[in-house]
């Protein structure tokens, strides 16, 4: 623990490369340190995968023309104890590096993204 999963619609594969995508969200999970300047995160618990979502539907299923219509869901679970500043910085990392990666694919179709962090016992 932690593992970062993301969802996403499986027409995003032609849109985004997932494997340095989440090379770059592990990197950003392994930078991260606390206010005693403490890492976050193990280096040999911290886990990144992905997985497309081959049948969905998004909104009311008519993108406007030229566009699609698609949605990246990233799910953080993580051991309890990490302060509410240490989750939100996390948070913050982790978004920067999806828009890094992302944002091409946003400005030309519509792509919904969540990020939800998750306190496992």
Do not use: W
Request: net charge negative; hydrophobic share 45%.
């Amino acid at each position: 623990m932690p593992h970062l999963v993301i969802l996403y619609t499986g027409n995003l594969e032609s849109k985004v490369d997932f494997d340095p995508l989440c090379r770059d969200l592990a990197d950003a999970m392994l930078a991260q340190r606390d206010e005693q300047n403490q890492v976050v995160f193990p280096l040999g618990g911290t886990r990144v995968y992905a997985y497309p979502a081959p049948h969905f539907a998004v909104a009311d299923g008519k993108p406007p023309a030229g566009q699609s219509m698609g949605f990246i869901y990233l799910n953080l679970r993580m051991a309890p104890g990490r302060s509410a500043e240490v989750k939100k910085t996390v948070g913050e990392a982790l978004m920067s590096v999806l828009h890094r990666h992302l944002d091409a694919a946003i400005a030309r179709d519509l792509i919904g993204v969540t990020l939800q962090i998750d306190e496992n016992p």
